[in-house]
């Protein structure tokens, strides 16, 4: 079975600033996906970033970035220019590539409170 | 972008009554959909798996009798909470695959309480 896990419960950064939040995870598959979800106050879960196993290039969107680490398996998540509406819970999550066609069964880590300071 | 609509949001209801939650994909046929369970300040659980015109498949711990699943349609799945109890109350949100698109989509989630 996979594991995920995330080893900070809470971080806090000033705004303006970057911060970046870790996970390292538990597979003995190749390929399979890994994801940075991220829930508000409003509950809503949002997908915030997403990495192919197989892709080495690490996936970027506007001020989110992972550093990918597959040897290590590692999975961080950075913030740059951390803005008020960043603030929420960030969970890690990871889908194996061959859970079926079509079914992308994720397993959450325990997830890192991150508060944007002003 | 794909959209999964999730109703009701927020739900009391007295004990031993059954509640049913209802999950919805509005652009897109979902062939797959989760049911996951969130405890206040934890993370989400999966409950169970359900595949369109099939029976859904169960975590293990999870009760099949309480926890009734139907995916009737390619954009319907409900989930119902039979003889609720206070130890059901907890954040339920479904998520849903197209299964021709490498995402996942959420419904906004639905606060149970069972007084």
Redesign the interface.
Known sequence: AQTVTQSQPEMSVQEAETVTLSCTYDTSENNYYLFWYKQPPSRQMILVIRQEAYKQQNATENRFSVNFQKAAKSFSLKISDSQLGDTAMYFCAFCDAYSGAGSYQLTFGKGTKLSVIP | GAVVSQHPSRVICKSGTSVKIECRSLDFQA??M?WYR?FP??????MA?S?EGSKATYEQGVEKDKFLINHASLTLSTLTVTSAHPEDSS?Y?C?A????S???F?G??TQLSVL
Do not use: V
């Open positions: 062939t797959t989760f969130q300040k934890k993370s989400l659980m999966l798996t595949n954040f949100i998520s695959s197209s299964g021709q490498e995402k996942l959420f906004s989630g």
